[in-house]
Structures are given as C-alpha cells and as structure tokens.
C-alpha cells in the first residue's frame, strides 16, 4: 500500500489506465484517482481501451482523457512518456485488448496496478491486490486512508469511489460488502455527495428502446434449464438490431435471470461482430469463474465471471448446455 504514496510524491505526470468496456468500477475507480492526484496537484490523464457506454460519460465530466481506438501515435507516445501509471480494475494486460496492451511494454516510469480481480499477474512494477475488496473504488478509497491521504478526497473522486462501490456490489447487496463497505459509503455522504443523483443517473436512464429490449429479453429469450437451478438469455444480432440496440442496453440483465426464485447460475449470452460475448453469475456453492477460464476463454470473480466465443450463439448455447453437469 505504501508503494502507492511513494508513486505520488516522486513523480508529477499519471497516466491512469483501466480495462476495456469499462464498467461503473472501471470508470469510477479510474476517475476518482484522476481527481485525487488532481488535488494533490499533479498531472494526471485516463485512457481507455475504447468508448465507455453513454450513461457513464457524465462521470467523465471534467475528467481529462482518451480512447486509445481514437489515438494517434503522438498521442500514445506522449501517454507513455508520463513520469508514472496507475492500471485499475484489472489484473491481466489482455484486458486492455491485444493493442493497448503493447504499451506495457514502452511506459517510460513506474507502474502500478490496484485491482480485486483474483490471480493477477506480473505486469507492473508495484501491485495492490486485494480480492476480498468489493470493487477497486474501494480498495482505492483504502489505499489512501492507509497514506493518510483521504482528506484529499474532494466530492469529485468521492462520486468516482461511489460509482464503483455501488456497480460491483449491485447497489450494495453482494457477499463482498462489508462493514468497511459502509465506512467508506458514511465518509462519501459526511462529505456533502449527491448519492441520489448518482443512482438516478446510472438506474433511471432508460430509452424506450432499451426497456423494450429488456423486456423481450425476459419474455422471449429467457429459459429456464429443466430441473436445473440455471437461466439463459442468448440475444443473437437480429434481436439487438431490432430494438436499435446501443452498448450498455442489456447491463445487468444477467441479474434478472439470478433474481428468479430458486435460479442460482445465470447466463446472458449477446452475439457480437466477432463472436458471442458471455457474462456469468451465480450464488451460493455455484461459483462460475474457473468454468468460464476453462471453457469459454474468460474469467473473473467467483459469482461473476466473462467469457467469449467463436462459435455461433445456437453452438454456444448447445456447447453451454453439454457442460452445465461440470457447475453443478
Ligand atoms: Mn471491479
């Protein structure tokens, strides 16, 4: 944990970097750390692997940074040639995307990584891992209470720690909050944070399009795996097309499948460009991560795990159904 004020008091230019297809973590933790180095007085910059979905921009107000898919290479090497960089919310160079990741290779300054992801790997030069945390934000948040630097924390990085803590926990209700959870959530609000606002902005921000989605989703695409404690959703290009699909339309629907009584494994299954992105949770003694890594190319938490594949959504979903006896 020192490492990290060590960082900040020799060097004056960040780059702050977080994985691709940020989630509300990846954007929370990543700007909360640009304004604290901000308040600290220093030069900070994010990138992105690519566009973050339309209702996380408005986190990104006032926050200085670049998709690395938009950069030149001017641009990247500037980037690179900061005196120091901070990698949040993920474990593994691979999840910045095979191009991005080359970067690791050039940074000029030391590097550091703060991540809750399990099993990282090597890739920086000083790591902060803690997979007991509930989201990086909050391991972040610990990370400066532990320097004695949480004072400054200004309500611009508290509404970045808030983001994050409230998406990797599903508003707080997930195995990983804990009473230090709460601490940092009572010293956000003791600051004056609009908590309200934050939830509105990421909770109701529905399109007609995306609700409808959501609902056909539910009503059409939903099965329940007979005498299985196991739901699917599997929306193929045409689904998506159909309702006008942007990216973000179909976050957290896998949780909807988790919240039908007696469903204990989900999966939401969405056909892409290049193949069929999957995203697993579970409950209980059902943990979905090591499966993933072993089939479909993913990994990621215990009860939340990604994955992908390059078969078609019928195969996916047939070579999903022929190995569910490995979950239970
Ligand atoms: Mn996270």
Redesign the pocket.
Known sequence: MQSFKLLVDQHHSFLITTHKSP????IG?ATACYFFLKKMGKNPMVLLPDEPSEGLLPFLSGVSYKVFENCSVNEIQEMISMDASIHM?YNDPSRVGSEMSLIFEQLKGPSIMI???PNPSTFTDYSISKVEAS???ELFYEVLERNDLSSNVDLHCARGIYL?IL??TGSFRFPSVTAFTHHVLEKLLQLGLDHVEIHEAIYDDNSLNRLQLRGFAIAERLEILPDMPIGVIALSREDLRRFNYKKGDTEGLVNVILSIKGIQIALFAIEKEDGVKLSFRSKGNYFVNDFSSRNFNGGGHKYAAGGESKESLDVTISRFKSLVNELI
């Open positions: 989630d509300g973590d990846a933790s919310d991540d809750h992801h989201s990086t934000a994050g998406t990797d």
